[in-house]
């Protein structure tokens, strides 16, 4: 079952850093901004400190991370059935 956050984020084409961490979990906003530094998550960057990460990405984002065992598949499925 998804949250409610979940089901906003699902009806949107392009997330903000919050979206993201709330949906990915993660309570660092510097963890996002690692992977997004790093390559493993496509984004853009709005000026300033504003980002936007396709949800396309995250869910690409969420399918290679769930091969390499850190994903659920609560959440790799719950972005993909809004598509």
Not at 69 to 83: K, R, V, W
């Amino acid at each position: 079952m998804r949250t409610p956050n979940q089901r906003k984020i699902t009806n949107k084409r392009f997330l903000t850093l919050a979206e993201v961490q709330s949906f990915l979990g993660i309570k660092s906003r510097k963890t996002i901004l690692k992977y997004i530094h790093s390559g493993k998550l496509p984004a853009y960057k709005l000026g300033g400190t504003r980002w936007r990460i396709a949800r396309e990405d995250v869910e690409a984002f969420l399918k290679k991370e769930q091969v390499n065992g850190h994903a659920t598949e609560e959440q790799a499925t719950s972005l993909e059935a809004a598509s």
